[in-house]
């Protein structure tokens, strides 16, 4: 076994929990802000890694709420997401599930991405809506982790689909793009095949700096 686990509810620091069930994660979540929840599988080298550098993380940021769920003992949460692999950081506004951040990522990734919902709080009133964004990719794919780490540098929250385990996805896919390579990223319904960056910057409204 490579690490240590947590007790149930015994807090790291002020703000990261262990959760036994997806009734104590409701409960546990702030309802205003944000809030994150890591889905990981002790004993594995990927779940080590993201349970080290997501805690670490934390630790700079006490007042960022973290739940850490481990898919070795509870069973009840990510079936509600329809998540299907860990390591999984979901990222909830409040009580609504709005993105999810897949693998493990170094320390500093999770710092910034908490370190913006700190000092950034969102306001709905004051922020334009992001349009929705749906990835198609599998986990092979190269360029399907250039296009998620694009996104996410940019902060663009988005659903990622594994088409290589679901095979409706993949169909519908396929129907809406006529083409069966991936990545295909649909932004507010128009259909992006492979890592087009001038598209994705203008239907997103990302701005590059040129110097």
């Not at 004993?43 to 890694?49: A, D, F, Q």
Request: proline content about 3%.
């Amino acid at each position: 076994m490579a690490y240590k686990l947590i007790k149930s509810s015994k807090k790291i620091s002020m703000a990261v929990i262990h959760i036994d069930s997806h009734e104590q994660m409701l409960a546990s979540l702030k309802k205003e802000g944000k809030n994150y929840v890591l889905i990981y599988k002790s004993g594995s080298e990927s779940g080590k890694c993201s349970f080290d550098n997501v805690n670490q993380a934390a630790e700079k940021l006490t007042e960022t709420n973290v739940l850490l769920v481990d898919v070795a003992q509870v069973r009840d949460v990510h079936p509600h997401y329809n998540i299907t692999t860990s390591p999984t950081l979901m990222v909830f506004e409040g009580e609504r599930f709005v993105n999810v951040v897949k693998g493990c990522n170094n320390p500093d990734y999770y710092i910034a991405l908490f370190e913006e919902s700190y000092f950034h709080p969102m306001e709905a009133s004051a922020q334009p809506k992001q349009k929705r964004v749906t990835v198609y990719s599998t986990p092979s794919c190269s360029w399907c982790n250039t296009l998620k780490s694009y996104l996410r540098s940019n902060r663009i929250q988005f659903t990622d689909v594994d088409v290589s385990k679901n095979q409706q996805a993949a169909e519908q896919m396929v129907r809406r793009s006529g083409q069966q390579g991936v990545p295909q990223t649909d932004i507010e319904g128009q259909i992006v095949v492979g890592f087009d960056k001038n598209k994705i910057n203008t239907l997103l409204g990302i701005q590059q700096n040129t110097n």
